[in-house]
């Protein structure tokens, strides 16, 4: 037996590759591992690329090294230890307020701050909206800073002034930097910087207003770590510290969900991939049987043999990953550029680990789903060379699914998946695709009763889809589920939020009123009945923060992530109410029983934040109010209209139970669209109150929403790569048995258009199919979608019925494209050969 060098069997190897690249397996595999490994990669520069952001400016996003921030100031104790300890100080107030000018009124966020404001990072300013910026400190007194926003939205210019709550100030330059800013996904309206000393004379802040006390602080880490020490004891229940650690959590939590949805793309579009992979690789080694058994002949061993087909599949598994990688690393600026507008303006460039690891993905899809049929190439008998009809012994079951399933769990560990997501959207897809699949299996049988009176063009195309059904139903499945999920994004960026809008009455309060002070309530209402015919009563509200139930810390009970964990994690609007609101319908328990006041006051709390909470009927409830502990005992659970636009609370106490505490009042209102003047007038007159306006935030909402449905649908561009990846891997694994039937129906006198009329007929309706699929998931999705998570009337959708032809369309193109060597083939050689 003869024993070559390995540098002999890699030029061996080498060779036979360049000559086999034209063979259409190659090529879709190629294109296949490319497509993954440009998935993956793209989407880890994105994910490395922001993680890096965030950490550069992880202190920047606090303005400081440590943040001491609540809806309450800082007790004197609390500054007084930070000053003890040597730390730099600076102090902020952070709330919402109303712009009014000839052009109409602005909602923004006012940052009130100290001379001394930024501790860490810079300020940056312009002298006039798009002038270049500069570094420099904030507004002096009587003056401030606003974004262009502001200045676009209200025509105003620099030295023309605005009044904040009853104070005025003039606008001196034009506000383009803060370095604790967020970013847009949470702060969707436009900033106002003034100093400290002007917000007394704002009259905004008063007892029970919704505000943001923030105090700054910057040390030595040894002096940081004793002051946390020190302050952690006294902290109220509405005060938090925060370092760069927690506010890069904080600030990464959004993104890093629109993160994780991409990463579910990405795996998607691996999986197909990895489809792709293993139908090319299966008829990369049927074609190489002969080969296999000829060269086991000429004495090479079956290790060998294996090896020398092993080399060519990493080889072009390499080329592949390495061209992945680079258009990944291209298609990165993609998903950047689409979401400009919510990203840090900065980020560094993400070094060369996320295409070593794109690479790795490739490598390892192709390792798990290519090894098992390459394995049949050692297994080969000689005699083949013979009689053509010896097959080689079929691997073990275990090996195949094994290796696919290792190299998944693999990719899954890699992309840092939500594993329980993940699996059930695995296993819900998994289903669906059973169930699917058997409906298309018993509807391609049922045409064979239909052949008989068909054209022939109609039987040569359906008789190639009955002759490979599970082939044809894992085609239309892998296409139908790919127009479906661009289908179903198409719907819930557009038509959702209009269905929404619309199924609102028309008389649908578009105001909301906020800190109503005690003093206005009256003058507010009476103004408002002018203004409105269709208003909500004033409710009073008290913030306050839920800290036990039955005396146990709330923190212990609730789980990660939940609704009720996102509720102990701020202050709620607190409320009473005598009688039950139109809105609300108690589920159980009783409304106010007047003779359990002299125990222990009642509360009412919403259904489902109930259930996150393990809350039952007659639970003990402790809350910090201004604070104060207050105790309730929970009465009665209430399910709520949240789509109704009027005010709706979690938590609603018997009448009087928080009345000796200081408190705002908080409505909403229609306003035709006409009597913009008007609404002006009112938030002049009332300087205190923060008008906010619904219209507004739902085009900044759709503006979001239209910018991050966007960045999914680039990513599945990538998934609709790999799913003509499957196709052609599909029509390239019957390409030789189409080859042999194309040139024996020549051969019998059939002519060139009526075979390129059966493949266009065969995946025209292929495509159709999967068109179909796609339209009724789709239907079947925003059905439940409107009835169980919106509670929305839900109706048909016709522009639904074009995704047949869609499918059509495009599965159509590619087939007649893939399969074109059939058509050209001549039936003489094609003859000869057989």
């Known amino acids: 037996m003869t024993r070559l060098p390995f540098s002999r069997l890699l030029s061996l190897a080498t060779r036979q590759l360049v ?63 930070g000053r ?30 100290g001379s001394n404001y930024p501790l860490r990072g810079q300020l940056k300013s312009a002298p006039a909206p798009y002038a270049p910026e500069q570094i420099g400190a904030g507004p002096r007194r009587g003056e401030a800073w606003a974004e262009t926003r502001l200045f676009a939205a209200l025509d105003l210019a620099v030295g023309d002034s605005i009044e904040v709550g009853a104070k005025s100030l003039r606008l001196s330059r034009v506000l383009t930097y803060l370095p604790d800013e967020a970013g847009d996904f949470y702060s969707l309206t436009p900033h106002v910087l003034m100093h400290l000393d002007d917000l007394s004379a704002t009259g905004v802040v008063q007892p029970g207003s919704r505000v943001r006390y923030r105090e700054q602080w910057r040390g030595t880490a040894e002096a940081l770590a004793a002051y946390r020490q020190a302050i952690e004891p006294t902290l109220a229940a509405n005060q938090r510290l925060e370092d760069a650690r927690d506010s890069n959590r904080q600030i990464g939590g959004a993104l890093g969900r629109a993160e994780r949805y991409l990463n579910l793309a990405s795996l998607a579009a691996v999986l197909l991939a990895g489809v792709a992979v293993a139908l090319s690789a299966a008829r990369f080694a049927a074609r190489r049987f002969d080969a296999s058994a000829l060269l086991r002949c000429l004495g090479l061993s079956r290790s060998q043999a294996l090896t020398l087909f092993g080399l060519q599949l990493a080889m072009l598994g390499v080329a592949a990953s390495l061209a992945g990688a680079l258009f990944g690393w291209l298609g990165q600026y993609g998903l950047f550029f689409l979401l400009r507008e919510l990203l840090p303006a900065e980020i560094p460039a993400g070094g060369p680990w ?18 098992p049929p390459l394995a049949a190439l050692g297994r080969v008998p000689p005699l083949r060379v013979l009689r053509r009809d010896l097959l080689p012994v079929p691997a073990s079951t275990w090996l195949v699914y094994g290796g696919a399933l290792l190299a998944l769990g693999l990719i899954m560990w890699r992309l840092s998946l939500d594993l329980q997501l993940t699996f059930a959207l695995l296993a819900g897809g998994l289903v669906a695709a059973l169930l699917l699949g058997g409906l298309l299996l018993v509807g391609l049988q049922s045409l064979r009763r239909l052949l008989s009176r068909a054209a022939l063009a109609w039987r040569l195309g359906l008789g190639q889809l009955l002759r490979h059904p599970l082939a044809a139903a894992g085609q239309a499945l892998a296409f139908g589920l790919i127009i479906l999920a661009m289908a179903l994004i198409a719907l819930l960026r557009g038509e959702l939020l209009d269905s929404w809008q619309q199924q609102l009455p028309a008389d649908a309060p578009n105001h909301f009123a906020l800190n109503v002070l005690p003093a206005e309530k009256d003058a507010f209402a009476a103004r408002l009945a002018e203004l409105s015919p269709h208003s909500a009563p004033l409710y009073p509200v008290v913030p306050g923060r839920l800290v036990k139930v039955n005396g146990e810390p709330v923190r212990q009970i609730v789980s990660k992530d939940s609704q009720g964990e996102r509720a102990i994690r701020r202050d709620l609007s607190l409320t009473w109410a005598a009688e039950l609101p139109d809105d609300n319908r108690l589920s159980a328990g009783s409304w106010w029983n007047t003779a359990e006041a002299a125990q222990l006051p009642g509360v009412s709390v919403e259904t489902q934040l109930a259930e996150s909470l393990k809350l039952n009927l007659g639970d003990r409830l402790s809350f910090s109010v201004g604070g104060l502990e207050r105790d309730a005992r929970v009465t009665s659970l209430r399910d709520v209209d949240w789509n109704s636009f009027h005010p709706n609370f979690y938590m609603i106490f018997q009448p009087d139970t928080l009345r000796d505490l200081p408190v705002t009042y908080l409505t909403s209102f229609y306003l035709p669209p006409q009597q913009e003047r008007q609404l002006v007038a009112l938030a002049r007159a009332f300087p205190a109150v923060t008008l906010l306006q619904v219209d507004a935030l739902l085009a900044q909402l759709r503006s979001i929403l239209a910018q991050v449905t966007l960045a999914i649908e680039f990513v599945l561009l990538f998934v609709l790569a790999a799913g003509l990846a499957v196709l052609f891997a599909g029509l390239q694994a019957t390409l030789d048995e189409r080859i042999r039937q194309g040139a024996l129906l020549r051969a019998l006198g059939a002519e060139r258009r009526l075979l390129v009329k059966a493949r266009r007929t065969e995946f025209a309706l292929l495509g159709a199919v999967s068109g179909v699929l796609a339209a009724l998931g789709c239907e079947l999705i925003s059905f439940l979608l409107y009835h169980y998570a919106f509670d929305l009337r839900w109706q048909p959708h016709p522009w639904l019925l074009s995704l047949p032809l869609l499918g059509a369309l495009l599965v159509g193109g590619a087939g007649i494209i893939g399969t074109r060597r059939a058509l050209n083939a001549s039936p003489l050689t094609v003859l000869r050969e057989g």
């Open 84 to 113: 003890r300890l040597g730390l730099a100080h600076a102090q902020l107030v952070e709330f919402s307020s109303v712009i009014a000018g000839d052009a109409g009124i602005q909602l923004v966020s006012v940052k009130a701050a």
């Open 354 to 371: 996320p295409a070593l690891a794109g690479i790795a993905t490739g490598l390892t899809a192709l390792a798990g789903f290519a090894l």
């Open 19 to 81: 000559r086999d690249l034209r063979s259409g397996e190659l090529r879709v595999l190629f294109f296949a591992l490319l497509v993954a490994v440009a998935a993956s990669t793209a989407i880890g520069y994105f994910s490395a690329r922001l993680n890096d952001a965030m950490r550069l400016r992880a202190s920047e996003f606090l303005g400081a090294d440590l943040l001491l921030s609540g809806s309450s100031p800082a007790s004197a104790e609390q500054i007084a230890t």
